[in-house]
């Protein structure tokens, strides 16, 4: 059995009164057995659904999104932001337990904690990757995709590292009003990180993704599939969509 690895020295400390938050990015489908129950039916049912998903418990941040129509694998997505596991397992098992929940399948989910960036070093901004706390901007589009880097990556030193990633910040800057949102799943989930991107159109998400394409950190990704394109609405709305009604 090989030896344990040394414990890495200490990183940027934080505010103990400040908790780090979890987010969660949970993809549903609803089973098309639903959409053949009465119409009296499925109408409570969504109600009640809804009803979960606006009243999430105290300390907990919810947004949820439509895919309907865009990806095959799921309809909507429910986006949930806060500092302990419990409430955030405990909310979505209410869901699953209404009468709509029961013809639900979970599509994907992703789990990461938030973080202040390794490799802001002393050159901190004022931006996302400071912060240990999530809240989002609610613009009306969210990408959502689970990233994972090549191992050679973690092999070069850090001050190599930074200086790669100091490229990829300033090619961001380029795009002010795409906010980023950093989730670290090592040790928690499969993934290394799961990415989430706020914007006002997709048009101005392609462009940045464009720019990022040539860096030279891009050289060091192993995987950022699946994609997943995410509308903002109501709980009602995504239900309904999801229903299939306009």
């Given at each position: 059995m090989s030896e344990l690895p040394a414990?890495?020295?200490p990183g940027p400390k934080e505010a103990p009164s400040e908790p780090r938050d979890f987010v969660r990015y949970a993809f549903y489908r609803l089973q098309p057995e639903w959409r053949r129950?009465?119409?009296?039916e499925r109408?409570?049912?969504?109600r009640d659904a809804a009803r979960v998903l606006d009243a999430p418990p105290a300390g907990l941040t919810v947004r949820t999104y439509s895919l309907?129509?865009?990806?095959?694998?799921?309809?909507?997505?429910?986006?949930t932001i806060g500092p302990e596991l419990a409430p955030?397992?405990?909310?979505?098992?209410?869901l699953l337990g209404t009468t709509?929940?029961?013809?639900?399948e979970t599509a994907y989910v992703y789990l990461g904690m938030a973080r202040r960036s390794e490799y802001l070093g002393e050159h901190a901004h004022g931006g996302e990757g400071e912060a240990v706390?999530?809240?989002?901007?609610?613009?009306?589009?969210?990408?959502?995709?689970?990233?994972v880097k090549k191992r050679e990556w973690y092999g070069l030193p850090m001050e190599e590292r930074r200086r790669i990633m100091g490229e990829h910040f300033r090619i961001g800057h380029k795009y002010p009003q795409v906010h980023i949102h950093t989730g670290y799943s090592f040790g928690i989930d499969d993934m290394e990180f799961i990415l989430a991107f706020e914007a006002d159109s997709p048009a101005e998400f392609l462009d940045l993704v464009n720019d990022l394409r040539p860096t030279e950190a891009s050289r060091y990704t192993a995987l950022e599939t699946p994609i997943f394109t995410c509308l903002r609405a109501s709980p009602e709305r995504v239900l309904a969509l999801a229903e299939g009604l306009p």
């Open positions: 414990p890495p020295s129950r009465p119409r009296e109408s409570a049912g969504v309907a129509g865009l990806k095959a694998s799921a309809d909507f997505l429910v986006w955030i397992q405990e909310f979505h098992a209410r709509l929940g029961a013809y639900l706390r999530r809240r989002p901007f609610d613009r009306p589009f969210l990408f959502v995709y689970p990233f």
